[in-house]
Structures are given as structure tokens and as C-alpha cells.
């Protein structure tokens, strides 16, 4: 995430003008486990140091319902956020974020001012879809 408000542009131009990465082998990066949800609650987190909502997301019956929280709030209001189906990595250890046990990881992309925007998928995959 952005470090400052004051700096997003600059870390915007950086992120979207970085290099592209080494090379990694195919077999890497399918240890990244990557799955779609439909998030079926969202509250402000007010008790995180930078803006953020906490997530409650849907990956159907294998992997069940896992928390997130997500600096996503320049674009999105939790109540607008019910329903959204979004991508996550699923096998990424928890982290304790505050009061928060972050199970997920949400995954987005950087706009031009650092905001984040939220990836999801087209057509009809159930939860629990990985990405191939």
C-alpha cells in the first residue's frame, strides 16, 4: 500500500513504471494459490492505522467464509461492497492486523493517484474457482 497520502502520486508513477520482475518458474507461481469469492459482509475498521474495511468472503464449500482487511476505502464504502465478487490468495499464512485476523489476501491493482481497485472476474465461476 501507498506509504502517505502525501506521496501516493509519486508511488503511483513508481509502481506502474517499475520493471517487470525476474522470471519465476511456471511451478511458482501456481504455489500461489488464488481463488474467486463474493463477499457476504464488509465493516469500516477504524481501529487500523491507515483506512480500511474489514472483509468477510465467500469461497464456497471447500475453503468456507475467511476475514480480510483492505486499504480500499478511497473507492469502495462497506455497504457497496456486499455481493462483489473479488480474487484472493487463499494460502497465504494469517496475519494479525490490530484487533484483526487477516485469513485472506484480497488482491487489487494501483490507479493513478495509489488508490487500490479490486480485481474480480467475469461470468458465472462458483466461489472457489482458482485461477489458472
Known amino acids: ?13 513508481r509502481m ?20 474467486l469469492g463474493t463477499i457476504v459482509r464488509a465493516e469500516p475498521f477504524p ?3 491507515k483506512p480500511a474495511i474489514k472483509l ?3 469461497f464456497g464449500p471447500e ?20 455481493g462483489r465478487r473479488v480474487l484472493a490468495v487463499v ?5 494479525q492486523i490490530g484487533p484483526v485476523r487477516s485469513e485472506v ?3 487489487g491493482v ?8 479490486l480485481l474480480n472476474a467475469d461470468g458465472d465461476a462458483p466461489n472457489g474457482a482458482r485461477v489458472s
Open 91 to 95: 494460502n497465504f499464512p494469517p496475519r
Open 63 to 82: 475453503i468456507g467464509e475467511k476475514k480480510s482487511s483492505a486499504q480500499i476505502t478511497v473507492h469502495y464504502e462497506p455497504e457497496t461492497l456486499i
Open 56 to 58: 468477510w468472503v465467500d
Open 1 to 13: 500500500m501507498a506509504p502517505s497520502a502525501l506521496n501516493r502520486r509519486t508511488w503511483a508513477r
Open 16 to 35: 506502474t513504471s517499475e520493471p517487470v520482475q525476474p522470471d519465476i518458474a511456471p511451478e511458482d507461481f501456481f504455489k500461489t494459490d488464488i481463488r
Open 47 to 49: 481501529e487500523a492505522r
Open 105 to 107: 489476501l484480497v488482491v
Open 110 to 117: 494501483t490507479d493513478t493517484d495509489g488508490s487500490i481497485l
